[in-house]
């Protein structure tokens, strides 16, 4: 099967061998995909809707995996039982729905041994979740696609080796810098900025551009809502300029 360059670097984060659970799997290119390259044993593909879930279901058909992939009709990972699948892979919805999946999934995550996930939106809301909750972001990517920049990442639950080095790490830096720099690593990727990802410099610069678009296009507005926006619109730009100087 041949997937898209964004589906493809997504499937490419899934561990070999790993049971996988595709949450919102629409077509099920994913698991069919990571199933024809011999990368996954087995796998569940699961969609809110009926649509998307029978399309799915007529696909693992077409390539004679029914059997080696099931279809399920589930909200998030309501259908998916703990210890089912090793990965759990969301992609292409948005960073909110993807919290809220993960946050009413918890039982299940406790048996799961990495999420594979790619957000349209509210990418900064993600890192913070899975920080939050205890998962280290272990690989990340960037793509560029029609037009648009899609972000991923993998993401691993913390040894204490790893709670220790973060430890270390946050002692020897300034309560600023430390700050500064946790809040740049939220907003555009801490495995981005490490290893000055190639894409990362255009993808920075194409967020300042939208930022001063949108401060252009508030000129000569005073209310107290919209100097609330420029306030946050001139941090962001702070952040970003940072940032692009992390990368180089």
Same mark, same amino acid.
């Given at each position: 099967?041949?997937? =898209? ?20 799997? $629409? ?10 390259? #011999?990368?996954?044993?087995? &796998? +569940?593909?699961? $969609?809110?809707?009926? #649509?998307?879930?029978?399309? &799915? ?18 909200? #998030? ?21 993807? +919290? ?6 918890? #039982? +299940? ?33 960037? +793509? *560029?696609?029609?037009?648009? @920049? @899609? ?7 913390? =040894?204490?080796? $790893? ?5 270390? *790490?946050?002692?020897?830096? =300034? ?12 907003? @555009? ?13 255009? @993808?920075?610069?194409?967020?300042? /551009? ?14 107290? &809502?919209?100097?609330?926006? /420029? ?18």
């Amino acid at each position: 099967m041949q997937i =898209s360059e964004r589906l493809r670097a997504v499937a490419g984060m899934v561990s070999p061998g790993c049971r996988l659970a595709d949450v919102g799997t $629409d077509h099920a290119y994913i698991p069919i995909y990571l199933m024809q390259n #011999g990368v996954i044993p087995q &796998a +569940v593909a699961m $969609d809110i809707n009926q #649509g998307p879930l029978l399309r &799915a279901t007529e696909n693992i058909r077409r390539y004679g995996l029914t059997g080696r992939i099931e279809t399920r009709l589930s909200d #998030g990972l309501e259908k998916l039982q703990a210890g089912e699948a090793d990965t759990i892979l969301i992609a292409g919805m948005g960073g909110l729905l993807m +919290v809220r999946i993960l946050e009413n999934g918890q #039982g +299940v995550l406790a048996g799961c041994r990495e999420l594979v996930l790619q957000p349209q939106s509210d990418i900064r809301s993600v890192r913070a979740y899975l920080e939050e909750k205890g998962w280290q972001l272990d690989r990340e990517d960037l +793509v *560029f696609e029609d037009g648009k @920049y @899609y972000p991923m990442m993998r993401a691993v639950t913390h =040894s204490e080796e $790893d709670l220790k080095k973060k430890r270390e *790490f946050d002692g020897q830096n =300034s309560v600023d810098d430390g700050d500064v720099r946790h809040e740049l690593e939220l907003r @555009y990727g801490p495995l981005l900025l490490k290893n000055h990802h190639p894409l990362l410099q255009d @993808y920075l610069s194409r967020e300042e /551009r939208l930022c001063r678009q949108v401060l252009e296009a508030m000129q000569g507005k005073q209310t107290e &809502a919209a100097n609330a926006r /420029r306030e946050e619109l001139q941090r962001e730009l702070e952040l970003l300029e940072r940032a692009k100087k992390l990368s180089v």
